[in-house]
């Protein structure tokens, strides 16, 4: 039984979630043969603030662009 974990930051909207859904379901379908009924998904959305990138926080690297 895949599970996905997916952690991303806000922003992302319900269709572009629907899509992610979809497509990573389909991956898991064409390459490992798996049925799309025992695929599971989660998308974890993270503050900004508490994502840190480049030895930075993600709102203040965005903000140094």
């Known amino acids: 039984m895949p599970y996905i974990n ?5 922003g992302a ?3 572009d ?5 979809k497509e990573f379901t389909e991956t898991l379908v064409n390459v490992l ?18 994502w840190g990138f480049s030895g930075m926080l993600t709102d203040e690297y965005r903000k140094s662009r």
């Open 17 to 21: 979630k629907a899509r992610i859904v």
């Open 13 to 15: 909207s319900r269709d």
């Open 33 to 50: 043969g798996k049925k799309p009924e025992h695929i599971h998904i989660v998308i974890q959305e993270i503050e900004e603030e508490d």
């Open 6 to 10: 997916l952690q991303i930051t806000k």
